[in-house]
């Protein structure tokens, strides 16, 4: 079974492998438009039995606790056009996770990611029980980082050569949120 949470104008709901048609319309409409943020992905990547098993091992990775993905549907529309993925959700004394989330290049600058992103971050504290969700950004992606800021993301360092951007070794200035509730009688 999926979850589905809903916002004023979008539904963020978990995808299974009979999505895979709309993922995979969402990811080629993106790509170009993320190829300067994402790792060079594999020839097939969007080819629709590669979507339908990364949405199948999406839905195990939720069923074992250690990540979540979500889809961004307009609640006037059927198409995807954004996601919000917490990955390496880590238990024990850490309780957290990191965040990455997109959007298709015509649903930018309308305030989508903004409202997704903070109800994904309510959902990490509220239903996961987390304490810290982690953003890494890029330097140059201004965009980015307003967006983690706008959502009450704190700056904490920058990590050198953080992830494998585009080919290359990235600098990533390290963002997060704390779920203040669970620090309570510390």
Known sequence: MTRRWTTDRLRLS?????????VREYGLR???FHRAWDPVRPNDYWELA???????????????DRGLVVYLTPHD???????????????????????????EPGATGRGYMTEALL????????ELALHRVEANVVPRNA???ALVERCGFER????????????????HVRFARRNHALEVGE
């Open 14 to 22: 978990q995808a299974g492998p009979g999505d895979a048609g709309r």
């Open 30 to 32: 993106s790509r170009e």
């Open 50 to 64: 590669a979507v339908e098993r990364r949405l199948s091992a999406e839905l195990d990775q939720a069923a074992q």
């Open 77 to 103: 529309d059927e198409r995807i056009i954004g996601r919000v993925a917490f990955s390496n959700i880590v238990r024990g004394a850490y309780q957290g996770c990191t965040v990455g989330y997109g959007l």
């Open 119 to 126: 109800a994904m971050v309510r959902v990490a504290f509220d």
């Open 143 to 145: 965009r980015s980082m």
């Open 156 to 171: 904490e360092g920058l990590s050198p050569k953080y992830l494998r951007i585009a080919g290359r070794w990235e600098d």
